[in-house]
């Protein structure tokens, strides 16, 4: 691993460097003063643990300056963070910090109530505790780091169940960063804007890190606003962001303008993006967005080149297989009707796999066997379900516990929620399976536009002309909601929906016969 660099290494490379390193509203650190800061907030780290078991920290904070200089602090003390979700409460976020075996959790002021009865000692980041121990804090020298050494723990986004740590080491962070940073072209003369919450790999890795290889200037947003991010870009001369999850969605909604192009932003990237909104934003906001596709864990990653086709994540990398659940074996490449369905849904579609090994999973802290069911005989499961083309191009097909058995056929859920989306009413679409009498129904819960009605008449009418919408992934139920139940990164919470079925309060709207002629439920 030698050629992959380490945080501590990216940091110290800025000692001298007198360049912007870091904007947050209307303040302004050069390179070297973050790295200043950065060591005294290592130092101050130092002095507060015990020296008794793992020198695990956990911050509970915004996208604010302190996160950064922990982060920092952290790479140059040999300090390990936790992320905090501040979306967790109780006993769920005490579980949280227990797992991660933190000695003590840095909170901001405004978030201390979450903390409450917690038996970790808490310090606020704006109190006098942690004022004084940063005036008194003397930094010593740089921890020398291996790119194999833990830097931070960040959670799952939990949609399938308890959130598991995921060990991030230096060498996970520091390499997507110097990689993509030279992929774009980012140098000294760019702004990397962060929006994206540093408790989460997209922020710290995609965002965070990626301005740090580059030399650039990161601009940071205490939370993500929709009616913010063009205004912040043309504040802050933004030319790169990052994303995850529904925010291009967001920006998009917001009312158009003549001059929304006229913006410093040239290249966003980030993953899970809904495939109308990559050109749509890109176009409406004269920049370029790539999408890719992966995890937390970061066992497998894709990213979308020139020439992928709409819908597709990319072509399969290195050692990345479709197999089969039950059987293991390499699936055959997907068929198609002359209409666009998939013929043989029951045999192409399959987990993805990295056969080569763990790629940069490094594993879950405290949970074997969580890590032992993503590691099976040497290989990376990343419970995603998919299928290929004839061209080697990869369609995502949802979640292995997203699989809905209808009339004793598996189908995923993504293929019929990229339909949906189709329609201009539609604005999100979550697919999941409520109980039938024999296997699943299929039901989809959906936020609409209000820019184009929709009606039980009109979504029969529009769903009877896809052609590739098979009778067996009509939705049965559809509920229209204001708003999905998502975790702070903006991913749906399918559980939510399907533990409520057809006793929610929106209203519900079901489908009594074979073609798809909806009434509402009474």
């Known amino acids: 691993m030698s050629d992959v660099p380490t945080v501590t290494e990216l940091l110290l490379a800025r000692t001298a460097d007198q360049h912007p390193g870091l904007r947050f509203e209307d303040r302004s650190w050069s390179w070297a003063e973050v790295v200043r800061e950065s060591a005294r907030h290592g130092a101050a780290l130092r002095a507060l643990l015990s020296g008794q078991g793992p020198p695990h920290v956990g911050v509970l904070a915004d996208n604010v300056p302190a996160f950064a200089f922990l982060l920092g602090g952290a790479a140059l003390s040999g300090a390990v963070l936790?992320?905090?979700?501040?979306?967790?409460?109780?006993?769920?976020?005490?579980?949280?910090?227990?797992?991660?075996?933190?000695?003590?959790?840095?909170?901001?002021?405004?978030?201390?109530?979450?903390?409450?009865?917690?038996?970790?000692?808490?310090?606020?980041?704006?109190?006098?505790?942690?004022?004084?121990a940063l005036d008194a804090a003397e930094p010593a020298e740089p921890v020398a780091a291996q790119p194999d050494d833990l830097l931070m723990l960040i959670y799952t986004s939990g949609t399938s169940g308890d959130p598991k740590a995921v060990r991030c080491t230096h060498g996970k962070i520091a390499f997507p960063g110097r990689m993509l940073a030279e992929r774009f072209g980012l140098s000294r003369a760019d702004t990397v804007y962060v929006s994206?919450?540093?408790?989460?790999?997209?922020?710290?890795?995609a965002g965070w890190s990626v301005g740090l290889a580059a030399g650039a200037t990161i601009a940071l947003r205490?939370?993500?606003?929709?009616?913010?991010?063009?205004?912040?870009?043309?504040?802050?001369?933004?030319?790169?962001?990052?994303?995850?999850?529904?925010?291009?969605?967001y920006v998009l909604a917001t009312p158009h303008r003549d001059d929304d192009a006229d913006n410093p932003l040239r290249i966003v990237y980030g993953n899970e993006g809904a495939e109308a909104d990559l050109a749509a934003f890109g176009e409406r906001f004269g920049c370029h967005v790539v999408d890719a596709f992966g995890s937390t864990e970061g066992g497998v990653g894709f990213a979308r080149t020139p020439g992928t086709p709409p819908g597709s994540l990319g072509r399969l990398t290195e050692g990345v297989r479709i197999l089969h659940p039950e059987t293991g074996e390499p699936c055959p490449p997907a068929r198609f009707a002359e209409d666009g369905s998939l013929r043989n849904a029951a045999e192409a579609v399959g987990e993805i796999v990295n056969t080569a090994g763990a790629g940069w999973f490094a594993g879950y802290y405290n949970d074997p066997a969580a890590e032992a069911e993503r590691m099976r005989d040497g290989r990376y499961h990343t419970g995603d379900l998919a299928y290929v083309d004839a061209d080697g191009f990869c369609y995502f097909a949802g979640r292995l516990g997203d699989w809905l058995r209808v009339d004793g056929e598996n189908l995923g859920t993504a293929p019929i929620e990229r339909v949906l989306l189709r329609h201009p009413a539609i604005a999100e679409a979550a697919v999941y399976a409520v109980p039938d009498r024999v296997g699943d129904a299929v039901m989809a819960a959906l936020v609409l536009t209000g820019d184009t009605a929709l009606t039980p008449a009109g979504l029969g009418e529009f769903l009877a002309a896809q052609p590739d919408l098979g009778p067996k992934q009509l939705p049965r139920y559809v509920r229209i909601t204001g708003e999905l139940p998502k975790t702070a990164t903006y991913k749906v919470v399918k559980r939510t929906l399907a533990g409520e079925g057809l006793h929610c309060c929106d209203p519900v709207w079901h489908r009594p016969a074979t073609v798809p002629v909806y009434e509402t439920l009474p």
């Open 82 to 132: 936790a992320g905090l979700n501040p979306t967790r409460r109780g006993a769920a976020l005490a579980r949280d910090v227990r797992l991660a075996d933190c000695q003590v959790v840095l909170a901001e002021r405004h978030r201390l109530p979450l903390l409450d009865g917690l038996d970790v000692p808490v310090v606020d980041l704006d109190g006098p505790e942690w004022t004084e």
């Open 196 to 205: 994206m919450p540093m408790f989460h790999s997209n922020a710290v890795m």
């Open 222 to 249: 205490r939370r993500f606003s929709a009616s913010g991010f063009l205004p912040d870009v043309r504040r802050f001369g933004a030319t790169y962001a990052n994303y995850v999850g529904r925010p291009l969605s």
